[in-house]
Each structure stands twice: as structure tokens, then as C-alpha cells.
């Protein structure tokens, strides 16, 4: 009951994300459907400059807003320096969400370019107050003032953004001018829907709505828009291959929400086979109350009513259980779960939880426990229906068939974890560190360089303008000699600085890195190995090409390396020189056992170079790291709960060979006196309870490999399910209920023969 109740929280918290919005049912995003290549790519990125359009032209929109994505930016307030995370968004956007002003008003928060809104913890970190903090100034990435317009609320744990800022959108316009462009893609828009408007019709009438703003499609490209949710959008993320909504973070919902199910199912199981086992205990007690006039319906009642009482006492035990593993439970699903005390819808739940396990558990003892013939069981001669061993044996072949479900599951998921850590990405991602590119580092990025490179410990140092994990900017801007004028095939883009191929450790196949040797080079284009199969040329060493109206060449083709997460195919990738551009991070590579060295050297020379900003860095393989942590909160949860399975089955099957041991104590007595051996004695009782192991992993097989198989779908790169998987799951299985057993089998064999034939 309490690893249930534990996941009934977990689940709780996850369905309740985004659902504090008052306007939760008008509250959409927007997302394309590209059709391209032959194929239907999917996402919630559009152009920058479409949220106010779709609210000045469609008049079912009220609000619009556009979003942009998390940063990390330095702010300064007289001598205070600090680092904070928050994004851009619209003029409507506090008029939309429902997040707590508690100074300023949603009207006018974020009207004017250099208007920011603050949160609680920000006002109180730069101005010591809230209210102190309207009207004042704060200088954003040293280079431009805002004025504080208001300060909300801290963000509740059941908000999906994260932000402790917001700065005005047309700022984000300004700074990012291709987000003007109708061509290009970034940012969320977020509408809310005028009150009585049909989603569905709006959605069909919104279809095709770039069409008369993006002139470049064609046959073969066009764009399609739909809206989703936003309060579905967390656990619903994924997109199919044709471009339908599909999957998310809600598989792990209803994985989970089984597991919790299963858990009490065996438990539950075990109940029922633990109180049959005392069966005999209680004979004579069911017949002299039959004998006295008890009715059926009478035991039946009783029966079931002490199951319920045990299950109110036992979840009064499993709450205060959970109350005190919540923390440590918090601190492995990264979560801000605190138990309900005051919730009045999860009172109900428990309450539901707790008769539903009690009549269940109760409601075969009490069918079979009632059904005594009293003349019987007053003479001494109790005997048990093979129909009823049966499904007491079928009972326990159940709860193996859940627990080698859950061994194999946990065996496949620690596996796939494994492959997704030490799979070769392509690139060295040990002793890479990443430093952001901000204020003077942009502009002293060479001297930098140069004097990093002397340093002890630092190897290679290079630049590029998105993490080597996290490159996603797409653009279908790209020509060559021989393309079909009527595709439009998309490419993802990167902008690095020289030495890129050496400091990130990439395999180069043809051609060469960048060099301040060729002048060209400012035109010159690294292809990698998907790129190349889309342009298609034998030689490219040395072939035009277009990138973004600017003419030049192929100069390099570079090994395919992975700068997404596995769950996605590496993408036709084109690396441009970036050297003056004014974003991005630095890339330093250091020597194997001297990062620590590195790093003091390189936070001293950032403090002398860009003495206004603080200095951060990530390691690269941490950040490889972060984008598994679902798999990770997964693998851990899913030991336990294996564990736990397993463990109540075995106590299950200690029911059922104490129940049996007691059913047979004459004839072992028997068996003994005639000569059997303690060994011959131990096979006797051992080898059915094996053979349920044995039926159990051979129904477990197919459901576990179709569920895992399924999971694994989900991944581009993943493991193969081999027949050793389910060997080492039966092997576990079958060994965990020898050892069972035979506690139980070794007790009734050495047990003295005269106690067990002295009332024959």
C-alpha cells in the first residue's frame, strides 16, 4: 500500500501540471506540420512574428503570445552580479496564465521593449522586496537597461515552464532578427481562444494559414498548423511519423499506474493465500458457528469486514511510511511532492483504495472459509476441493507472471540506460567543457583563445553557437548544382569556430577542418554524412554551395555524430563558420586528469577578460546526461519496485508452502517412517512450486518482450531484446523460489514423525 500510495502521488503530480491555469480550456499552442523530403516532421516551433498576426487577423484569438526557450542570462544591479533563468513572451502573456502578480498589474506588465517582470525570489535577491522593486532599473546582459513593471509569484511545482524572469517580446524580435522571418522557426506561440469558440472548427480553419505568408511552398514543402492543449502539451509531447500527436511523458503514467495496480494485485494474492494456509486454524471455530445457526452471509461478512479492518490499519501505517520516505521519493523523480493533508479529493481516493484492497483480498478467504461442511470439519477430516488448490496454484503462477514481467522490464531498461551512456557519439564528449559566450567574451573571443591554449591543462579550445547536444536549428535555405527546383529539403545548421573538428574529436572523412589559411573559408561548408546522401554528390570536395543567399563551397565532410538525443535519427547537419558571431559558447577541450587545474586557470582568465559576468560552464557529458533523466528516474523506480514484487511473491509463495507443507504433514510423517530421506523429502515439496515458476516465465515471455519492444520504439538507437534477457530473468525467478520454498520444505521434512501420526 505505501509503494502504491507513493505512485498515486507521483501520478497525481503529473495529470495536475499546467491545470492552475483559470483559463486552462481556451489555452492553446500552436504547432506545425511540415511535409517534406517525403516525410512529416512535426513540432511546437514556429515563427516568431505569428502570435500577433494570428491575433489581429483571426478574431476567435482574444490573446497571443509568443515564448521563446530558457536562458540563462547575467543581470546586474549597482554592484550585484547574478546569474537567472527566464525567457521572453508577450504583451498578452500574464492576461493568458494565471501566475501570481503581486506587484503590477497583467495589463501593462510587458508593453513596452523594456519592460521585464521579476519573480519573488529575484526581487528579493536584487532589491530585498517586491514592492521595492517596481520602477527600478536592471541591466540585462550588460548591454541594455529594463524597467521593472511587476513581480509575480514564485512558480508553483506544477508549472511546466520554469522562469524567474520575463522580458518583453519585441526585445526578443530585436536581438533575434531572423525571428521576423515567416521562413523561419524558434519560438512557441501560445493563443487563448475567445470564450464559446469551437477548438475543432478553429483548427481546420487555421490549417493552411501560413500559406499566404510563406511563399516558398510548394508540391513538394508545405506547412500545416494544429493547436494542442497547453495544459496537455507536458504529457503529450511526442509526435508521430505522419504528424500526429502521439505518446509522452503520459507512457510513464500508465506504466507506472500498472505497476502501483500490480504491486497490490500481488499483495493482495498473498493475502488470500496466507489466510487459506491458516485454514485448518480456523475449521473448527466456521463449524461450531454453522452449527449454532451462523448463516454464510453472515461469515462471509465477517470474513471480508477483518480484511478491511487490516486494510485500514495497514494504509494507516503506509501513510505515515510515505510521509517519511517522501523526501528521499522527491529527491529521485526531481520532484516537490508533499503529502495531501488538506486535499480534499485525496481522502476519497484513499478511502476508495483502501475498501476496494480490503474487499478484494478478503473475498476469496471469506468464499472459501465459509463454504465448510460443519459435520466435516468437526470430525477432523478438513479436506480441500482440487478446484480450490487450483486456484490457489493459479493465484501464484499470477504473481510470478507480474514479478518476471517487471525482472525483465527493469533487466531491458538498465540495459538501454547503458547503451545510452556509453554509446559512441561520434565525439569525445569526456574532459569537454562548455562556457557561455556573453558580454566582452564575444568580442575578446581570440584573445581568449590564444591565451587559454597556454594555460596547463587545456588542450584544444574552439567555439560553436548551440551546446554539441542541443543543435536543432533547422533551415530549408540551401541550393546546389543539380537540386530539384521543386523540393526544398531541410537541414539542420550550425555555426562553429576553427579548430571545431579537432576540439570536439570528429572523425573527418573527406576534405578539412576550417583554417585561417583560406580566406574562403567564411564561405565554406562542412557537410556530415547525412547531409552529403541528401545533396548527393560523388566528389564534394570543392562544389558550390548556397547556404542562406551566401555562395561558396564544400570543404570538409565529417563522420555522422550525434547532436540530438537517441530517441531521434541523426539529421543532415551543415557547419558554417560562425567567428563573428556575437552568441554561442566556447568549447574547451581539456587534458585527461588536469579539468580541475583548467578550470581555475580559465575562471581567472574570464574574470580579467569579462569581469562583469560571473563565471559558469557545464561538462559535456553531464549534459549528455540531463537529457536521459526520465530513463534514469525510470531505471531507479523500476529496481525498486522489481524488487518489491518479487519480494511480496515470495511471501505468497511462502503462503502456499506453508498451506501445502500443512495439508501433507501425515503423509511426510508416513514417508518418513517408511524410510524417505530429508533430500528425497525436500524434492517432494520443492519441484510443483518450481514448475509455477516455470509456467509463470513461460506467459511472462511474449507480454514482456511485446511491452518492452514497444518501449523501445520510442528510441532510433537502441538495444536488440536477446533470449539471454529472459534466461537470467527465469533463472532469478526460479532461484528466488527455491530459496523460498525451501525454508518451508526443509522445516516440514526434519519436523518429528510421531507428532504428525500421534492422533491417527
Known amino acids: 500500500m505505501a509503494c502504491s500510495l507513493l505512485i498515486l502521488l507521483w ?3 503529473e495529470r495536475k501540471m499546467d491545470k492552475f491555469n483559470k483559463n486552462t480550456e481556451q489555452l492553446y499552442s500552436v504547432y506545425e506540420r511540415q511535409y517534406y523530403d517525403n516525410k512529416i516532421e512535426a513540432f511546437h516551433s514556429t515563427p516568431g512574428i505569428m502570435a500577433d498576426e494570428m491575433k489581429r487577423v483571426l478574431p476567435e484569438v482574444q490573446y497571443a503570445s509568443g515564448f521563446a526557450w530558457e536562458s540563462l542570462a547575467t543581470f ?5 552580479i547574478l546569474k537567472e533563468t527566464g525567457n521572453h513572451a508577450g504583451a498578452d502573456f500574464f492576461k493568458m496564465f494565471s501566475y501570481e502578480l503581486l506587484e503590477g498589474n497583467a495589463t501593462n506588465a510587458l508593453n513596452s521593449p523594456v519592460d521585464i517582470t521579476i519573480s519573488r525570489k529575484m526581487a528579493n535577491d536584487f532589491f530585498g522586496s517586491p514592492h521595492a522593486a517596481i520602477g527600478k532599473t536592471i541591466r540585462y546582459a550588460n548591454q541594455k537597461d529594463f524597467t521593472v513593471t511587476a513581480v509575480f509569484e514564485n512558480l508553483p511545482g506544477n508549472a511546466s515552464e520554469k522562469f524567474d524572469y520575463l522580458v518583453n517580446w519585441q526585445s526578443f524580435l530585436n536581438e533575434q532578427s531572423w525571428a521576423k522571418d515567416w521562413g523561419n522557426n524558434g519560438p512557441h506561440t501560445f493563443i487563448m481562444l475567445r470564450a464559446g469558440t469551437n477548438p475543432v472548427a478553429f483548427e481546420k480553419k487555421i490549417v493552411r494559414f501560413l500559406d499566404k505568408y510563406n511563399k516558398e511552398q510548394d508540391k513538394s ?4 498548423l494544429g493547436i494542442q492543449r497547453f495544459d496537455d502539451m507536458y504529457l503529450h509531447s511526442h509526435f508521430s511519423t505522419i504528424g500526429k500527436l502521439e505518446g509522452g511523458r503520459i507512457e510513464y503514467v500508465k506504466l507506472f499506474s500498472l505497476v502501483a495496480i500490480f504491486i497490490l494485485l500481488i499483495a493482495c494474492i498473498n493475502f488470500m493465500n496466507l489466510t487459506t494456509a491458516r485454514s485448518a486454524k480456523r475449521a473448527k471455530e466456521i463449524g461450531i458457528r454453522k452449527v449454532v445457526g451462523a448463516f454464510r452471509f453472515a461469515l462471509v461478512r465477517q470474513f471480508i ?9 495497514s494504509i494507516f501505517i503506509a501513510s505515515a511510511m510515505v510521509f517519511l520516505i517522501l523526501p528521499a521519493f522527491n529527491g529521485l523523480t526531481n520532484k516537490q511532492i508533499s503529502f495531501p493533508f488538506s486535499n480534499a479529493d485525496f481522502w476519497p481516493s484513499i478511502l476508495g483504495l483502501t475498501l476496494i484492497t480490503g474487499c478484494i483480498s478478503g473475498s476469496y478467504p471469506a468464499l472459501f472459509l465459509s463454504s465448510f461442511n460443519p459435520v466435516t470439519v468437526l470430525k477432523g477430516g478438513l479436506k480441500l476441493s482440487s478446484a480450490s488448490a487450483w486456484f490457489r496454484k493459479g493465484l501464484v503462477v499470477f504473481q510470478f507472471v507480474l514479478s518476471t514481467v517487471l ?3 527493469t533487466i531491458v531498461v538498465s540495459k538501454q540506460i547503458k547503451f545510452i551512456q556509453t554509446k559512441n557519439l561520434g565525439y569525445d564528449r569526456e574532459n569537454l567543457i562548455y562556457i557561455p559566450l556573453e558580454g566582452d567574451l564575444t568580442k575578446q573571443f581570440e584573445v581568449f583563445k590564444q591565451q587559454a591554449l597556454n594555460m596547463p591543462g587545456v588542450k584544444q579550445v574552439s567555439r560553436i553557437s548551440q551546446t554539441p547536444t542541443e543543435i536543432d536549428n533547422g533551415t530549408g535555405g540551401v541550393e546546389w548544382d543539380g537540386k530539384d527546383p521543386n523540393t526544398r529539403p531541410m537541414f539542420t545548421q550550425a555555426a562553429v569556430g576553427y579548430d571545431f573538428i579537432k576540439t570536439m574529436n570528429i572523425q573527418m572523412l573527406q576534405g578539412r577542418d576550417y ?3 583560406f580566406p574562403t573559408d567564411s564561405v565554406g561548408y562542412i557537410l556530415n554524412e547525412q547531409a552529403l546522401k541528401k545533396i548527393a554528390f560523388k566528389d564534394p570536395i570543392g562544389k558550390p554551395l548556397t547556404f542562406w543567399q551566401k555562395k561558396g563551397s564544400i570543404i570538409g565532410v565529417i563522420k555522422d555524430f550525434h547532436f540530438n538525443s537517441l530517441h531521434v535519427p541523426v539529421n543532415a547537419l551543415i557547419i558554417r563558420l560562425g567567428e563573428t558571431d556575437d552568441y554561442g559558447n566556447v568549447l574547451v577541450r581539456t587534458e585527461p586528469g588536469k579539468t580541475k587545474q583548467a578550470l581555475a586557470g580559465l575562471e581567472k582568465l574570464c574574470k580579467q577578460l569579462n569581469p562583469k559576468f560571473p563565471f559558469t560552464y557545464q561538462f559535456s557529458d553531464e549534459e549528455y546526461t540531463k537529457l536521459y533523466k526520465s530513463e534514469q528516474m525510470t531505471g531507479k523506480l ?7 514484487a518479487i519480494f511480496i511473491s515470495c511471501l505468497g509463495l511462502l503462503g502456499l508452502a506453508m498451506f501445502t507443507a500443512e495439508q501433507r504433514t501425515k503423509e511426510i510423517g508416513v514417508r518418513k517412517v517408511l524410510g524417505a530421506s530429508i533430500s528425497s523429502l525436500f ?5 510443483e512450486f518450481l514448475v509455477f515458476v516455470v509456467i509463470a516465465l513461460l506467459i511472462a515471455t511474449p507480454i514482456a518482450w511485446w511491452a518492452m519492444h514497444k518501449w523501445l520504439q520510442d528510441y532510433a538507437y537502441k538495444i536488440d531484446i536477446s533470449w539471454w534477457m529472459f534466461v537470467m530473468a527465469g533463472l532469478v525467478a526460479i532461484l528466488i523460489a527455491l530459496i523460498t520454498v525451501s525454508f518451508q520444505a526443509i522445516k516440514a521434512a526434519i519436523a518429528n514423525p510421531v507428532k504428525s501420526l500421534r492422533t491417527e
Open 515 to 517: 583554417s585561417r589559411d
Open 11 to 13: 501520478v497525481n503530480d
Open 407 to 409: 525482472i525483465i522490464g
Open 76 to 80: 546586474q544591479v549597482g554592484d550585484k
Open 683 to 687: 524434492v517432494l515439496l520443492s519441484k
Open 221 to 224: 514543402f508545405r506547412i500545416e
Open 638 to 644: 523500476a529496481n525498486c519496485f522489481s524488487f518489491l
Open 305 to 313: 469486514g477483518e480484511a478491511i479492518l487490516l486494510a485500514f490499519i
